[in-house]
């Protein structure tokens, strides 16, 4: 059958699964606003670029985080794929795209993402909105290429969802000039094989790491990276039962965005610190075990060594571009995430002994009662003014089950302290970079609501995030999706004041902070509700409470907007 590129590039997407084309349009893409028209593929309008990749990467982690490591499984059973698919419009679009790929680039997520640009045959007139697309996305993605004619589009398609689909997961690129997209093709769609399975870690390593870990002087430190809650559920439950069989300590990687652990198990400590000293005081072990880690870098970087000398390390993962990459790894295993530690749990549960486990709890439980007791809040309370911890303690008694989505930034450690998440509850920002949370909610929102057993999705996400994109919440507002989004406002980039005294030291009295504080005041709930969904001015644990459980029970977006203390 005779078609053209556009129709082609439709009828592919269908083909391999992808429900939800994201985008923002322009005229490059009107032959795909033609084409998909009249189709099974819904399109999710964002009034911005950024917008739209961050809503198609909060969707296909969600999807990932659910099918785990049986993507494979999906792709033979032709089923909907945990993928995201994004269109954006020639150079500006895209570079306006880029801050939500790097988030998504770092998240792992499995997106496809193309965008329009001007024909093959005039490219070197440089036309207006004209760039290299290519150069533009290459650092953040696994592959980046523009297809040059029709003929070729079939073969590298096929490759973009094969790419974004093998672990470790990732973003893809593909320019699609317009003369492609409106050329005729009668090529048949190609088909989408399942992607290669590296599985189970090499024997010898396995019996290497399991000596260090037997052997080891006191509790080992086992360090939980977001690649276990990619792997999915079962990936989780193998690492849960890995750590109970090495009698260890466990924590969580910096800028961790999911629950790699459960956080009310007996042997879970706390998220890693994301300074150097935090980090020193975490790896200071015998014996270190860093499993699906990805951030095992303070924020800032460091100059002297995090890990010490005398420590063993071990590293288990996917993806061997992370593994011994910063720390030299004593042992490094490579292969599926589950697979591995199921071997590594057998191998360590049988030759470590009851008493010695026993020895190595009560060393946790010691670690755990000497460490001070988090910080979530600052000040006297005042005016209703929440605490951090009140806060994430008060959506947590009205919807402990909910899925969250975390931007909140300063409130993102009581997140992790209060909420007692467990396995695929939790999609955060990855990056450090601000204005991708708004977007992914209503992205995992609509992964969610496509459930046949939907949990409420919350997003939390901090006021000077919100701010990045509020006209987010038109495109939840356009799709009907159900979404409750709670902004942590403090009235002020907090962060930029914590780190304006850890860079130059000093205290809150020694400086202005310049450009940190929103005055004047900035109405949150009627922004909400001039995109058309419900906005409140929540003040107080009565009122959070109250209005949240409203919130969920009413279909459609809701903005609840919570002073908290700073």
């Given amino acids: 059958m005779t078609r053209s590129g556009a129709e082609y590039f439709v009828e592919a997407m269908a083909s391999y699964g992808a429900e939800y084309l994201f985008g923002n349009p322009g005229t490059t893409e009107v032959p795909i606003m033609e084409a998909i028209d009249g189709t099974d593929i819904e399109y999710r309008l964002g009034l911005q670029e950024d917008v739209a990749v961050g809503m198609a990467s909060g969707y296909a982690c969600s999807r990932r985080d659910r099918v785990g490591s049986a ?186 965005s999911n629950v790699a652990f459960p956080m009310e198990h007996d042997q879970w400590v706390a998220v890693s610190g994301a300074t150097a000293d935090g980090m020193r005081s975490v790896n200071d072990t015998d014996v270190l075990v860093r499993i699906g880690c990805s951030t095992n870098t303070p924020t800032l970087g460091f100059t002297d060594p995090v890990v010490g000398p005398e420590t063993t390390v071990v590293d288990v993962g996917v993806d061997t571009w992370e593994l011994g990459k910063n720390d030299p790894a004593d042992v490094s295993l490579v292969g599926e995430i589950e697979a591995t530690l199921g071997a590594l749990a057998d191998a360590v549960d049988s030759r470590v002994t009851d008493a010695e486990r026993e020895r190595r709890l009560e060393a946790v439980r010691a670690t755990k009662r000497d460490r001070p007791a988090e910080s979530t809040s600052a000040g006297p309370e005042s005016d209703g003014r929440l605490s951090k911890a009140g806060l994430i303690d008060g959506i947590r008694s009205v919807a402990p089950d909910a899925r969250l989505v975390d931007e909140s930034v300063t409130t993102r450690r009581a997140v992790f302290s209060e909420f007692g998440l467990g396995p695929e509850q939790l999609h955060g920002n990855k990056s450090g970079g601000l204005g991708y949370g708004l977007p992914a909610s209503v992205g995992v929102a609509i992964a969610e609501n496509d459930r046949e057993d939907p949990r409420p999705v919350i997003g939390v996400i901090g006021d000077g995030s919100y701010l990045y994109y509020p006209n987010t919440i038109y495109s939840a507002v356009r799709h009907d999706v159900d979404l409750t989004v709670v902004v942590a406002n403090n009235a002020n980039y907090r962060i930029l004041k914590d780190n304006t005294m850890r860079v130059l030291g000093g205290s809150e009295e020694d400086y202005g902070f310049t450009a940190m504080d929103f005055d004047p005041h900035i109405d949150f709930a009627a922004n909400a509700e001039s995109h058309g969904a419900t906005g409140v001015d929540v003040v107080g644990r009565e009122a959070l409470e109250e209005e949240l459980a409203a919130a969920i029970d009413e279909r459609g977006p809701t903005v609840l907007n919570v002073p908290i203390r700073d």
């Avoid at 490219?123 to 760039?131: A, F, S, T, V, Y």
């Avoid at 969802?161 to 769609?189: C, Q, R, S």
């Fill in 71 to 256: 993507i494979g499984d999906a792709v033979r059973s032709d089923e909907s794929l945990p993928v995201g698919v994004v269109n954006l419009h020639v150079a500006p679009g895209m570079a306006h795209g880029l801050g939500n790929l790097y988030a998504a680039s770092v998240s792992n997520a499995p997106l496809v993402v193309t965008a329009g640009c001007h024909r093959t045959d005039v490219q070197h007139q440089e036309p207006i909105l004209h760039g290299d697309l290519v150069e533009m996305t290459d650092q953040f993605t696994k592959w980046s290429a523009e297809v040059k004619r029709v003929g070729s589009l079939p073969e590298m398609l096929r490759r973009a969802f094969k790419v974004a689909l093998t672990p470790p997961t990732g973003p893809v690129f593909l320019a699609l000039p317009l003369d492609v997209l409106l050329d005729e093709t009668d090529a048949p769609v190609a088909p989408l094989t399942p992607p290669p399975s590296l599985g189970m870690a090499d024997a010898h390593d396995l019996e290497r790491a399991a000596d260090a870990i037997v052997d080891a002087d006191g509790a080992p430190t086992v360090v939980v990276g977001d690649q276990i809650a990619w792997a999915g559920s079962d990936a989780v439950e193998e690492a849960t039962r890995f750590a109970e069989a090495a009698g260890a300590a466990v924590y969580g990687e910096i800028l961790q």
